[in-house]
């Protein structure tokens, strides 16, 4: 399903509404629907930053592993530009983090407690080095500036050495007893990134 606005079409892939059916009907209503948000929220952070900076986009779609922003243009809008959109999303989830911890503290929910903790693992998670994530472009444009021979192959690897480092510490939570559905299924989304966008 496809929406066409002025600037720019928004597009609902399939898979974006077949992962939220299978949220809701394995995770829970409420806490499925407030991770959903907080990462919708964290791509709002990449958009919003995208506009401060005058990018041009061309379509945002929507899908079950992440959302895509294209550009019009393609175009760089500048290093500082292009580092502050990439840590957009996590800027948002660490806020968003830091803001419901404090709701938490004052007058303690349900509805705070787990926002707080979903904004800041997805803000955790966005910091690994792993290929599609945000780090990873924030290390692209770094190893730009620095003029880096070979950038891809650099990040390859370092994503590759992280992906490896994450399975083993989970498989090592696991022998331990202290692993659980979520932390083999974020494993599992690493691994699928990697493997991806080799």
Request: aromatic letters at 10%; proline letters at 2%; charged letters at 15%.
């Amino acid at each position: 399903m496809t929406l066409e606005f002025r600037r720019f079409r928004l597009r609902f892939c399939f898979s974006f509404f077949a992962l939220l059916s299978l949220m809701l009907l394995c995770g829970g209503g409420t806490v499925a629907l407030l991770c959903f948000g907080a990462s919708l929220l964290h791509e709002c952070g990449h958009l919003l930053f995208l506009s401060v900076f005058h990018a041009d986009v061309r379509l945002v779609s929507l899908g079950a592993g992440r959302i895509l922003i294209d550009r019009r243009d393609g175009g760089n809008c500048g290093f500082f530009a292009e580092l502050m959109i990439a840590l957009g999303g996590i800027l948002v989830n660490l806020l968003l983090c830091v803001v419901f911890g404090i709701s938490y503290a004052l007058r303690p929910s349900r509805t705070s407690g787990v926002m707080c903790v979903v904004n800041g693992v997805l803000a955790f998670l966005n910091l690994l080095p792993v290929r599609s994530l945000d780090c990873i472009r924030v290390m692209e444009l770094l190893l730009q500036r620095c003029s880096a021979e070979q950038p891809d192959l650099i990040l390859n690897r370092v994503s590759s050495a992280t992906v490896c480092l994450f399975s083993a510490f989970c498989i090592c939570l696991f022998c331990c007893g202290l692993g659980n559905p979520s932390l083999a299924a974020v494993c599992v989304y690493l691994i699928f990134l990697h493997w991806k966008t080799e």
